[in-house]
């Protein structure tokens, strides 16, 4: 995973962000490309490397090995490693991630009804011009 310059005015001004709210930081988290998906793949079942590339099918396979590492770090899912030829790992979401999850669920439902009407609102201007 790429990091920040410590330097840089972007990451001075993240790491003011998330020091004034940690909000900030799981909106940073959670904006990350594909980060959302794979959770949800993971939620809804598809919990092997392959199943979630297989079902993510544009999410390259180090983007992918990034956010599941960045899941787990961060306590939203568990890896388990099978002791088996070849090797087996399998990927699930702990109560966190179930709950995050759900938060983003609700997220989803809420954007779709926002941009709906934003996209209504928008079609009715075009007609009255």
Do not use: H
């Not at 998906?37 to 939620?43: A, R």
């Not at 983007?63 to 960045?70: F, N």
Request: negative net charge; charged residues 30%; glycine residues 4%.
């Amino acid at each position: 995973m790429t990091e920040r310059k410590t330097s840089s005015t972007n990451y001075r001004n993240q790491s003011f962000l998330e020091e004034k709210c940690s909000l900030n930081e799981l909106l940073d988290l959670v904006s990350k490309r594909w980060f959302s998906d794979v959770l949800f793949c993971i939620q809804e079942g598809n919990n092997r490397f392959k199943l979630i590339k297989d079902d993510l099918k544009y999410i390259s396979d180090t983007i992918l090995s990034d956010r599941l590492k960045l899941l787990e770090r961060y306590g939203l899912i568990t890896r388990t490693d099978f002791d088996e030829i070849p090797p087996k790992v399998e990927y699930s979401l702990t109560d966190k991630g179930e709950e995050l999850s759900g938060l983003l669920g609700q997220m989803c439902d809420f954007s779709d009804t926002l941009m709906a009407k934003i996209d209504t609102r928008a079609k009715a201007a075009a007609l009255n011009t």
